[in-house]
C-alpha cells in the first residue's frame, strides 16, 4: 500500500503529512471594492498557559541568555568568542581556529545536522517549535503585543476600530519596542565577529565604520521583518525544513496529534452535560482554541500538516479545555500514530538507530580531529633564484625559508632542527618567537660537503617543537640538491 505526501509517492512508513489551507480569524475591513490582490491573512495568536509553554519559555530564557551573554565573556585578556573574518581567525576560549582548520567546523555542521536528523526522527518539529530562533524571536514579539496592546480579542478589536490618537500610540509603541530589541539583537550579534564592547560604544557615539553600521543596520532590518510581519510566513514558505521533515517521519515518529477517535464528532455542550456520547459527541467541544493558540494558524485536527511546528501551544490549550470540563487529557498530545491506532510503538527502529550511530561516528571523528590537531603550521619555501650554490669554503649550500604560525593564543618559542643521513652546516636561527596568531619567516641555509656523499640530491627533514612542550611539533620533508659534481 502506498501514499501520496505532497505529490511524491512514499512507502507505508511514513505519515501522512496534509497540506491544508490554513484557517484565521481575520477581521476584513468594511469596503465595496474588492481589493485587486488577496492580502495575507494576519493571524492573532492568544496566550495560553502550560507544561509544554513553560518548558518553551525556560529554553528560550536560557538561550536567550547565552546568546546576550556569551560575547561579553573575556577569556585570559581577550573576548571569549569572537569570530573575526576580518583577521581569518575564530576564537572559542582557549581554541583558535583558522582557515587552515576548516575541517573542525564542517564536522562542527555534519554533527548539527545528525543531531536535528536524530531528534526530528524521535520527536518530530520540536527543533522549530522550542528553540528555532526564528519562533524564539517571534514569541517575543508577540509578547511586546500582548504588553501593549492587549489580549488577542483585544487586539482584533483594535485594528477593527479607526485610527485614533490611541491606536496610533499602541502601535507605535508596538514597532518602537519590536525595532529597540531588534537592534539590540542584531548589536549582539554582529558582536560575535567584532569586539563587542567597542561595537557598543562607537556605534552609540557614531564612530563605529561603514561596514559595521550596515551589518547592524541590515541585521536589525532582518530581525524586525522576519519576527515582526514574516513570521509564520518563515516556517511554512521559506523555511526548507518544513519541507523536507516528511522524510524522517515514520509510524512510530512522536508529533503533536489530534485523537480523531475521542474527539469526533465535535460540538459544542455544557458542562454538565454527561450524556454527550448518547448524542454521538466526542470529547471535542470545537472551542476553536487549539487554533487560536496557534502561532501558524493551522487546525491541527485536520491531521498532520507541514506547517506544524510542534510548539505544544495546542496541546496546553486543550488540556486546559478538558479540565475545565471535566475530561481526561490527551486529546491532542505527543504521540505517534501507531499508538493511535493501537499499535505498539518502536522507538529502536533502525531509521533512529541509523541517525544515532552516523551521529556517534561524526562526533567520534569532530573529537579525533580537536585531540589530533597541533596548533602550530609550517610551509618551508625554497630559494627560487637558485636550488644549490657553491660557497666560498667549497661547501654546497641549499637555502630554505621556514614559514612558521603560531596557531595558539600565547606567544611560544619554537626550535628549529634539521634531520638526515649527513651532517649539516646549519646557517641561521635555531629558535624563534612568534606571539599569539603571528606568522613569521625563518632564512635557513644548509652546508654540505660535496664529496660526503655520493648522490645528487638527499631526503633531509625540519622540525619545528615548541621549547616548553615537546608535543606540540611538526615535521616536513624536503629534498637538498647537490647538482652534478
Known amino acids: 500500500m ?197 561595537l557598543f560604544m562607537q556605534f552609540f557615539t557614531l564612530e563605529a565604520s561603514f561596514w559595521a553600521v550596515t551589518s547592524v543596520l541590515f541585521f536589525t532590518l532582518c530581525t524586525y521583518g522576519n519576527a515582526g510581519w514574516m513570521r509564520e510566513i518563515m516556517c511554512t514558505h521559506i523555511c526548507p525544513y518544513a519541507r523536507f521533515q516528511s522524510a524522517m517521519f515514520d509510524k512510530d515518529t512522536f508529533t503533536v496529534t489530534y485523537d480523531e477517535k475521542r474527539g469526533e464528532n465535535r460540538g459544542p455542550r455544557s458542562r454538565k452535560d454527561k450524556d454527550y456520547k448518547e448524542k454521538g459527541l466526542g470529547d471535542c467541544i470545537d472551542c476553536n482554541l487549539c487554533v487560536h493558540v496557534c502561532p501558524t494558524g493551522i487546525d491541527i485536527r485536520n491531521g498532520l500538516q507541514y506547517e506544524c511546528i510542534n510548539c505544544g501551544a495546542c496541546i496546553d490549550a486543550c488540556d486546559d479545555t478538558m479540565s475545565k470540563m471535566g475530561y481526561p487529557p490527551g486529546l491532542i498530545s505527543y504521540t505517534t500514530e501507531h499508538s493511535l491506532n493501537g499499535k505498539p510503538t518502536r522507538v529502536l527502529r533502525p531509521k533512529l538507530l541509523g541517525y544515532l550511530l552516523v551521529l556517534l561516528a561524526v562526533c567520534t571523528a569532530f573529537a579525533w580531529t580537536l585531540y589530533s590537531r597541533v596548533p602550530l603550521e609550517m610551509n618551508i619555501i625554497r630559494d627560487r633564484g637558485a636550488l644549490f650554490r657553491t660557497n666560498n669554503d667549497g661547501l654546497v649550500e641549499n637555502t630554505y625559508t621556514l614559514s612558521i604560525s603560531n596557531k595558539s593564543q600565547h606567544t611560544v618559542v619554537f626550535d628549529l632542527s634539521v634531520s638526515a643521513d649527513a651532517s649539516f652546516n646549519w646557517i641561521g636561527p635555531h629558535q624563534v618567537s612568534l606571539n599569539g596568531g603571528e606568522t613569521g619567516s625563518v632564512p635557513i641555509s644548509l652546508a654540505l660537503d660535496p664529496y660526503s656523499t655520493k648522490e645528487r640530491s638527499l631526503e633531509i627533514t625540519f622540525t619545528v617543537q615548541q621549547q616548553d612542550n615537546a608535543e606540540v611539533q611538526l615535521q616536513q620533508a624536503t629534498k637538498f640538491f647537490l647538482g652534478n659534481r
Open 2 to 198: 502506498q501514499t501520496a505526501v505532497s505529490g511524491s509517492v512514499v512507502d507505508q512508513q511514513k505519515i501522512d503529512i496534509k497540506n491544508i489551507p490554513v484557517h484565521v480569524e481575520v477581521h476584513t475591513p468594511s469596503a465595496n471594492k474588492a481589493p485587486e490582490y488577496a492580502p495575507r491573512n494576519r493571524i492573532y495568536v492568544r496566550a495560553v498557559k502550560g507544561l509544554h509553554q513553560a518548558v518553551r519559555r525556560y529554553m528560550g530564557f536560557v538561550f536567550m541568555g547565552l546568546f546576550m551573554l556569551l560575547p561579553w565573556l573575556q577569556y585570559e585578556g581577550h573576548q571569549a568568542i569572537l569570530l573575526d573574518i576580518t583577521e581569518q581567525k575564530f576564537n572559542i576560549f582557549a581554541l583558535t581556529l583558522w582557515p587552515q582548520d576548516f575541517t573542525i567546523l564542517a564536522w562542527i555542521f555534519i554533527i548539527a545536522a545528525y543531531a536535528l536528523f536524530f531528534i526530528t526522527a524521535f520527536y518530530g518539529r520540536v527543533w522549530c517549535g522550542y528553540l528555532c530562533p526564528q519562533t524564539v524571536w517571534t514569541f517575543i514579539f508577540i509578547w511586546f503585543e500582548e504588553k501593549i496592546q492587549g489580549t488577542r480579542n483585544q487586539r482584533m478589536k483594535l485594528d477593527a476600530e479607526p485610527w485614533s490618537g490611541v491606536k496610533l500610540f499602541k502601535k507605535a509603541a508596538t514597532h518602537f519596542c519590536w525595532l529597540a530589541f531588534s537592534l539590540l539583537t542584531s548589536l549582539i550579534f554582529v558582536g560575535y565577529f567584532t569586539p563587542v564592547a567597542d
